[in-house]
């Protein structure tokens, strides 16, 4: 009796693939943008291939290794600080309270991946 059959490799294979394919398709969905929008408009859009920091409506994002953080926010529940870093083609930071979000958007493509905080 062996240990593995065919069978198990082949299943193996089945979850394998695709999460291979996954994550090479993650990886090249780095957004190439930072939206920044104020009340449903859109107020600033930042390179995410350059270190910034700046500021829409008292909150104060911050660019750094292609990502797009909220370090400071006058809102009450700070989740969009607690958020993190956003990267990712579609991720979005929202701030209900200051009714602003980020959305990483990139140049060629949109996909429907939406982080709420
Ligand atoms: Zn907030």
């Known amino acids: 009796m062996k240990l593995i059959t065919?069978?198990?490799?082949?299943?193996?294979?089945l979850?394998?693939?695709?999460?291979?394919?996954?994550l090479a398709i993650n990886f090249k969905d780095d957004g190439t943008y930072a939206e920044i929008s104020c009340d449903g408009n859109v107020v600033k859009t930042v390179p995410l291939s350059e270190d910034a920091e700046f500021s829409v409506n008292d909150i104060?994002?911050?660019?750094?290794?292609?990502?797009?953080?909220?370090?400071s926010s006058p809102c009450p529940d700070k989740i969009c600080?607690?958020?993190?870093?956003?990267?990712r083609n579609g991720e979005?930071?929202?701030c209900l309270p200051q009714k602003v979000s980020v959305r990483v958007v990139s140049e060629d493509k949109e996909t429907a991946d939406i982080v709420v905080g």
Do not use: H, W, Y
């Not at 979850?15 to 996954?22: R, T």
């Not at 104060?60 to 370090?71: D, L, T």
């Open 15 to 22: 979850i394998l693939i695709p999460s291979i394919i996954l």
């Open 81 to 87: 600080v607690k958020t993190g870093a956003i990267k």
């Open 60 to 71: 104060k994002f911050s660019v750094k290794e292609n990502s797009v953080c909220v370090i």
């Open 6 to 13: 065919v069978r198990d490799i082949a299943i193996i294979l």
């Open 92 to 94: 979005t930071i929202i």
